[in-house]
C-alpha cells in the first residue's frame, strides 16, 4: 500500500521563476492538503482540494495556487518566487470525513 | 498571539527519563487534538490523537484540558529513538469535518546516553 508520494524530492529556482510540485495521495485517499514548513517552524496551511476544487486556504498570497486531478493526485504552483519561499513543501492525505492527515516525504524548494 | 504556542526547547535529557510537553492552543471551539513527531528533514508522522479524556500509548500519554486550552504529552522511560522534534496539532473544524491542521512550532527533544 503507497504512502503519500512527492516529487520532485529537492528543487532549486531563482527569484522570479516558476514552480509546481506534485502529490500522489495515499491510496484510497480523496483529500490533498498543501503545507509550507519554514526551518525552525511548524508547518503551516497552505490549501486543501477535496472533488477537484479548493475547499479551503490559508494565509497564502494568489501567487500559490494548485489544482486536484480526477484521480486525487494534485499540483502546487507557486509564481513569480521569492526568497522566503525556500521552504520544505509537504503534501498530506485523508479520506472524505476522516481526521487523520498522511504526509508525503516533501519537496524542498531553494530559491536563489 | 499564535494559534498554536509550544516552547521550542531543546530538552536535554538522559535515557530512562521523564519528560513532558505543554501545548497551548487560542480557538476554544477546537473540537480535535494531535501530536505529531518529526525526525530531522523528514515528514511529520502522527504519534497520537488526543481526545476529551485523554489517552495512552504505552510510554506516551496525552492529556487534554479544555478549560485551560492545554495539551500535554508525557513520554516515560526516554529512548535515544525519542530524540526527535513534537508537534502539536489542532483541527479547528471538529471531528468529522477535516479541514487544515494548525501546528505549534515544534519542540525539540534530545535524548542523551
Known amino acids: 500500500d503507497a504512502g503519500v508520494t512527492q516529487s520532485p524530492t529537492h528543487l532549486i529556482k531563482t527569484r522570479g521563476q516558476q514552480v509546481t510540485l506534485r502529490c500522489s495521495p495515499k491510496?484510497?485517499?480523496?483529500?490533498v492538503s498543501w503545507y509550507q514548513q519554514a526551518l525552525g517552524q511548524g508547518p503551516q496551511f497552505i490549501f486543501q482540494?477535496?472533488?477537484?476544487?479548493?475547499?479551503q486556504r490559508g494565509n497564502f498570497p494568489d501567487r500559490f495556487s494548485g489544482h486536484q486531478f480526477p484521480n486525487y493526485s494534485s499540483e502546487l504552483n507557486v509564481n513569480a518566487l521569492l526568497l522566503g519561499d525556500s521552504a520544505l513543501y509537504l503534501c498530506?492525505?485523508?479520506?472524505?470525513?476522516?481526521?487523520?492527515?498522511?504526509f508525503g516525504p516533501g519537496t524542498r524548494l531553494l530559491v536563489l | 498571539r499564535k494559534e498554536v504556542e509550544q516552547d521550542p526547547g531543546p530538552f536535554n535529557v538522559p535515557e530512562g527519563a521523564t519528560v513532558a510537553f505543554n501545548c497551548t492552543y487560542s480557538?476554544?471551539?477546537?473540537?480535535?487534538f494531535f501530536w505529531y513527531r518529526q525526525d530531522c528533514r523528514k515528514e511529520p508522522k502522527l504519534l497520537m490523537s488526543?481526545?476529551?479524556s485523554g489517552n495512552e500509548d504505552g510510554r506516551f500519554t496525552a492529556q487534554l484540558n479544555r478549560a485551560s486550552q492545554y495539551i500535554s504529552l508525557l513520554i516515560r522511560d526516554s529512548k535515544l529513538s525519542d530524540s526527535a522534534t513534537y508537534l502539536c496539532?489542532?483541527?479547528?473544524?471538529?471531528?468529522?469535518?477535516?479541514?487544515?491542521?494548525?501546528f505549534g512550532q515544534g519542540t525539540t527533544l534530545q535524548v542523551k546516553p
Open positions: 498530506a492525505s485523508n479520506r472524505g470525513t476522516q481526521e487523520t492527515q498522511y
Open positions: 491510496s484510497g485517499h480523496d483529500t
Open positions: 482540494y477535496y472533488e477537484e476544487e479548493e475547499r
Open positions: 480557538n476554544s471551539a477546537s473540537q480535535s
Open positions: 488526543v481526545y476529551s
Open positions: 496539532v489542532v483541527n479547528p473544524h471538529g471531528s468529522g469535518n477535516t479541514g487544515k491542521l494548525i
